[in-house]
């Protein structure tokens, strides 16, 4: 167990809709990643905040966006949904701010399936 | 252009066996080198990271090896374990003022008794 908690664990959809998915970094960590990962693809950074900062972006959608909020924990808002957009999301934690030399805690991921 | 390359994609091999996967990199300027092991379905755990000076970081029964000069570092697993059965999946950072970090495509690997 990471200590990072992700929720809902499954999620199904239909295209068109919005979904949000939440995660909870472990006790003391300040940034926060999102993923994705596709079916047999690598995972995909998406973005990080750091203490409520948005910190850097990665190959994330206009459709997405998220949120760090004042205790710590995450938001990933998925809309317009698109069958392609199907995918597991992981979130991530880690203490400091450099995703170059922390180490990151990932947790369970989210299965997001757009029918 | 940065890029991280994995091989095999997929390897099939028996308990008790050892193997080895590699990863080839072309990123510039380098600044440390993970490894991640992915169970199906769950997030990645790190199992080892190696800057420019080391060449070679265990974990138990994986042990990293690095050659910063061709570019290139292995994950050897010894006595596989069914429980090794996962996607490795090796990770490369830059070292520069801005974060940047690379994944692979992983490697699937199978441990059949």
């Not at chain 1, 995450?74 to 180490?103: K, M, W």
Request: glycine content about 8%; overall charge neutral; hydrophobic content about 30%.
């Amino acid at each position: 167990d990471s200590g990072v908690t992700q929720t809902p664990k499954h999620l199904i959809t239909a295209t068109g809709q919005r979904v949000t998915l939440r995660c909870s970094p472990r006790s003391g960590d300040l940034s926060v990643y999102w993923y994705q990962q596709s079916l047999d693809q690598g995972l995909q950074f998406l973005i990080q905040y750091y203490n409520g900062e948005e910190r850097a972006k990665g190959n994330i959608l206009e459709r997405f966006s998220a949120q760090q909020f004042p205790d710590l924990h995450s938001e990933l808002n998925l809309s317009s949904l698109e069958l392609g957009d199907s995918a597991l999301y992981f979130c991530a934690s880690s203490v400091g701010i450099r995703v170059s030399t922390d180490t990151q805690y990932f947790g369970p991921g989210t299965r997001l399936t757009v029918l | 252009k940065n890029q991280v390359e994995q091989s095999p994609q997929s390897l099939i091999i028996l308990e008790g066996k050892n193997c080895t996967l590699q990863c080839n990199y072309t990123v510039s300027p380098f600044s440390n080198l993970r490894w991640y092991k992915q169970d199906t379905g769950r997030g990645p755990v790190s199992l080892t990271i190696m800057t420019f000076s080391e060449n070679t970081k265990s974990n138990g029964r994986y042990t990293a090896t690095l050659d910063a000069d061709t570019k290139q570092s292995s994950l050897h697993i010894t006595a596989s374990q069914l429980s090794d059965s996962a996607s490795y999946i090796c990770v490369v950072s830059l070292k520069t003022s801005y974060d940047k970090v690379i994944f692979g495509p992983g490697t699937s690997l199978s441990v059949i008794p």
